[in-house]
């Protein structure tokens, strides 16, 4: 048994004389090796460092990033959306960088009655996060908006969109880097088809630089997990809430 270390002074000498940590200290050899330690070690070395993204490949180049052909249930997910909205509600789909915040800017629009966060126009089915964020699946970072046509426009809807985001970049917004982040609007009707390419005509006389948005069919919809949903207003990162009240221009904090 280990005990304390006291310290004791010699009358010949001034010197300080430690005594032993252990109980019985016989005279040892030269040769003698500390007892090994009564707990397991471990010899793995430790890094500090974290491995830099591959912006190159997040960009979409690289035959690593592309789809196996062979990955499960392609075609199912490359399907339409079969999800059915509410009575009298219509769907649209808007993809604009990381999920979170471009969720919490349609939560506040009137008329807006659901909103989820989730994958789609990937060739995976059933994705999880970590599928997504290898780039690997081609699925984007979406959220589909369940709105009254009474109470909100598609125009209405399209004009959120632009504001939310920087549709000149390619495969990124801002920090975020992949082609999970790609700016796209998803249709499901040939009228949201037809504003949203008129919208992005208009869009592009404001601009200085190219808008790379792509405008195609709305494929199905994998729901995010749970703890995506809402994840702003629900507190973020840092456990402050942001508000959802209709009508809210407060400044949104991407990430919390």
Do not use: H, I, R, S
């Given at each position: 048994m280990l005990r304390s270390l006291t310290l004791t002074t010699s009358s010949s000498s001034s010197s300080l004389v430690a005594k032993p940590f252990f109980s019985h200290s016989p005279k040892l050899p030269h040769s003698f090796s500390p007892p090994s330690l009564p707990f397991p070690q471990t010899r793995r070395s430790i890094s500090l460092h974290t491995r830099p993204m591959n912006i190159l490949?997040?960009?979409?180049?690289?035959a690593n990033n592309k789809p196996s052909p062979s990955m499960e249930g392609s075609s199912i997910a490359q399907g339409p959306d079969?999800?059915?909205?509410?009575?009298?509600q219509q769907f649209a789909q808007f993809g604009a960088g990381c999920f979170w915040g471009v969720e919490l800017a349609f939560q506040r629009v009137p008329g807006v009655t659901k909103t989820e966060v989730g994958y789609s126009q990937g060739f995976m089915h059933n994705p999880s996060y970590e599928d997504v964020c290898t780039g690997s699946t081609n699925h984007n970072e979406v959220v589909r908006v369940q709105y009254d046509p009474k109470e909100c426009s598609f125009d209405t809807l399209l004009d959120v969109f632009w504001a939310r985001h920087d549709p000149t970049t390619l495969n990124r917004q801002g920090n975020d880097v992949g082609t999970q982040y790609r700016s796209g609007i998803y249709f499901y009707t040939p009228e949201q088809e037809m504003a949203a390419r008129e919208s992005m005509e208009k869009q592009q006389k404001l601009l200085n630089r190219k808008i790379v948005s792509e405008i195609l069919p709305a494929k199905k919809f994998y729901r995010a997990e749970e703890y995506h949903q809402q994840y702003l207003a629900k507190g973020g990162r840092f456990g402050f809430k942001q508000s959802a009240e209709k009508g809210?221009?407060?400044?949104i904090r991407c990430y919390g």
């Open positions: 490949k997040n960009l979409g180049f690289g079969d999800d059915v909205p509410a009575p009298g809210c221009n407060d400044p």
